[in-house]
């Protein structure tokens, strides 16, 4: 058996729900929101984010205070350019609109469980052009 978990063919109506669960998300990160509720309710318990900056997954919780209690006065919205759901996979490609004016391009690969995010790839490469705990780190 693979380390690797396979993607499950699941229905045309498991499907469509899975994709409302990720335009869902990536709506709640809009500026106006600002309330973590919606968001964390998206996710499972056993949620993992991982990016270029963080290669070991970050928990639930740690993902909450690193990435989105910091990226949150930042981020004004997404314009999902590219949503392709297949089964219990997802792989969404947007451009993000910054408090600032400024606008970036990240690609994410999501596995969800039912109805819920299970784990989030990110990415993202190049500098970065908005305020962002990201731009900060000096690793």
């Not at 335009?23 to 998206?42: C, E, I, Q, V």
Request: net charge negative; hydrophobic share 35%.
């Amino acid at each position: 058996m693979s380390a690797r978990a396979e993607s499950v063919d699941l229905s045309d109506n498991e499907a469509s729900a899975n994709e409302a669960t990720v335009r869902k998300w990536y709506n709640s990160w809009k500026k106006t929101a600002k309330d973590w509720a919606p968001l964390g309710a998206l996710l499972t318990d056993d949620f993992g984010f991982t990016s270029p900056v963080d290669p070991e997954p970050l928990s639930k919780a740690v993902f909450k205070t690193n990435c989105w209690e910091t990226q949150i006065p930042f981020i004004e919205g997404f314009d999902l350019e590219v949503v392709t759901v297949k089964g219990d996979e997802a792989l969404v490609k947007y451009l993000g609109h910054t408090s600032n004016g400024k606008s970036f391009r990240n690609v994410e690969y999501l596995r969800l469980r039912n109805h819920k995010i299970s784990a989030i790839q990110c990415f993202f490469g190049g500098n970065l052009t908005y305020a962002s705990a990201v731009a900060e780190r000096k690793d």
